[in-house]
């Protein structure tokens, strides 16, 4: 994991998107964990910088992830609540390889934190 965040935090630097450095280390963190947790090898990261900040992470399962609330006590659960927060959007598209799930960020705006409250929601 740590080898993908320097990774994306090395990329981001070549193409000057310093500041989208903290969202996208955290969605990439969340979405390779799901793929190691809950997909298939291979798995595979990919950034894309066009418009916008593409983040993609695919693997071999056809499994789609879904959004859902952790409750309090719950260890686990909030890793895509956190990509929905911080990412412009996101969502899975399915190949006969498995699936990618992405996420887009904006690189027109600075790396957005959102509220402390609805993070705990």
Request: charged share 25%.
């Amino acid at each position: 994991m740590s080898q993908a965040r320097s990774n994306v935090a090395r990329q981001l630097s070549v193409w000057g998107l310093e500041e989208l450095e903290f969202s996208t280390e955290l969605i990439v963190s969340e979405l390779v964990t799901n793929a190691i947790r809950y997909g298939r090898p291979p798995l595979h990261l990919r950034l894309i910088h066009d418009r916008a900040l593409v983040c993609e992470v695919a693997d071999a399962s056809s499994t789609t992830p879904h959004l859902r609330r952790a409750r309090t006590y719950d260890e686990g659960g909030r890793g895509l609540l956190l990509v929905a927060q911080f990412a412009e959007h996101w969502g899975t598209r399915h190949s006969r390889h498995g699936k990618t799930v992405w996420a887009e960020l904006s690189k027109d705006e600075s790396a957005k934190f959102p509220a402390w409250d609805a993070l705990q929601a």
